[in-house]
T-cell receptor, first 115, second 114 residues
Framework: KAGVTQTPRYLIKTRGQQVTLSCSPI?????VSWYQQTPGQGLQFLFE???????NKGNFPGRFSGRQFSNSRSEMNVSTLELGDSALYLC??????????????FGAGSRLTVL | GENVEQHPSTLSVQEGDSAVIKCTYS??????FPWYKQELGKGPQLIID?????GEKKDQRIAVTLNKTAKHFSLHITETQPEDSAVYFC?????????????FGTGTRLKVLA
């Protein structure tokens, strides 16, 4: 059974550019969540999608957006990149059965460096 | 807002010793507490979890305890091995606007010295 696949694994951008990251969840998983991981800050929740609808959103500026497609694949976009956006972006999928009790399966992440 | 505090941020133990990582959460409605292990270059992976109606859970060398009254939970690793070296994250789920989200601690870097 394939795991959660994130692409690209590494990318370098310059300030002001935008970036799109992709996440393919485990087959049958309908919930996809995105997290930003930076040293000392742990995992900060960005948003969660379920059946193409954003169900929950963290405290990030509007430059961070996402979407989910009918096959549950998800993308997140960051516009007008800032140096502080350099981080590891993690995607996690789950079955989203009983609320609050779902195991998250993470991908390996996309490491974004903003110069 | 909701938060999860995790201590210590780094922990070094000798191989064979025990390691304990502690987390405190703020939302009394939190009801699910997973622990994740992140190895270098990989995403976090669930190693054990506990629900609010249980006080303790064990899985071989790993155990988690939960004190709902004090709103804290701990990860215990016994007989540590070099392969236990990784970053460990605790998390608590909170319910917001009819759905849920995970709040993660800031992580503990565990080093097991051979």
């Amino acid at each position: 059974k394939a795991g959660v696949t994130q692409t690209p694994r590494y990318l370098i951008k310059t300030r002001g550019q935008q970036v799109t990251l992709s996440c393919s969840p485990i087959s049958g998983h309908r919930s996809v969540s995105w997290y930003q991981q930076t040293p000392g800050q742990g995992l900060q929740f960005l948003f969660e999608y379920f059946s193409e609808t954003q169900r929950n959103k963290g405290n990030f500026p509007g430059r961070f957006s996402g979407r989910q497609f009918s096959n549950s694949r998800s993308e997140m976009n960051v516009s007008t990149l800032e140096l502080g956006d350099s981080a590891l972006y993690l995607c996690a999928s789950s079955t989203a059965g009983v609320p609050g009790a779902n195991v998250l399966t993470f991908g390996a992440g996309s490491r974004l460096t903003v110069l | 807002g909701e938060n999860v505090e995790q201590h210590p941020s780094t922990l070094s133990v000798q191989e064979g010793d025990s390691a304990v990582i502690k987390c405190t959460y703020s939302d009394s409605a939190s009801n699910y507490f997973p622990w994740y292990k992140q190895e270098l270059g990989k995403g976090p992976q669930l190693i054990i979890d506990i629900r609010s109606n249980v006080g303790e859970k064990k899985d071989q060398r790993i155990a988690v305890t939960l004190n709902k009254t004090a709103k804290h939970f701990s990860l215990h690793i016994t007989e540590t091995q070099p392969e236990d070296s990784a970053v460990y994250f605790c998390a608590a789920t909170t319910v917001t606007s009819g759905t849920y989200k995970y709040i993660f601690g800031t992580g503990t870097r565990l080093k097991v010295l051979a």
